[in-house]
């Protein structure tokens, strides 16, 4: 089964940037539809971007169309979330999950969790 390592997190001012990468391994990454998803304090787990298995079709959470870009290299086994334009509200823990479906926004269709990475977005 495949495992999901976050990384790239941290501590930003509003406004700024943060590149998440989320690394696969033990699996055939190219076989996973990837999405990531954010828990912030107090709130449950939310979706915030999906990318089928090939890259040719992306999914975005209202609240993040515009400023995120999900994107993949297989070649890399690595699926990565660009922040732009970051807001105090997108502080939060983000995750990133695999499933052998579809790219969704609902996360019970995600098998594999990674183990999440914290950004924090001050104002």
């Known amino acids: 089964q495949v495992q999901l390592v976050e990384s790239g997190g941290g501590l930003v001012q509003a406004g700024g940037s943060l590149r998440l990468s989320c690394a696969a391994s033990?699996?055939?990454?190219?076989?996973?539809?990837m999405g990531w998803f954010r828990q912030r304090p107090g709130k449950e787990r939310e979706f915030v971007a999906a990318?089928?298995?090939?890259?040719?079709?992306?999914i975005y959470a209202d609240s993040v169309k515009g400023r995120f870009t999900i994107a993949r290299d297989n070649a890399k086994n690595t699926v990565y979330l660009q922040m732009n334009s970051l807001k105090p509200e997108d502080t939060a823990v983000y995750y990133c999950?695999?499933?052998?479906?579809?790219?969704?926004?609902?996360?019970?269709?995600?098998?594999?969790w990674g183990q999440g990475t914290q950004v924090t977005v001050s104002s």
């Open positions: 033990r699996g055939t990454f190219s076989s996973y539809a």
């Open positions: 990318i089928t298995r090939s890259g040719d079709r992306t």
């Open positions: 999950a695999a499933n052998l479906a579809l790219a969704t926004s609902s996360f019970r269709a995600y098998d594999y």
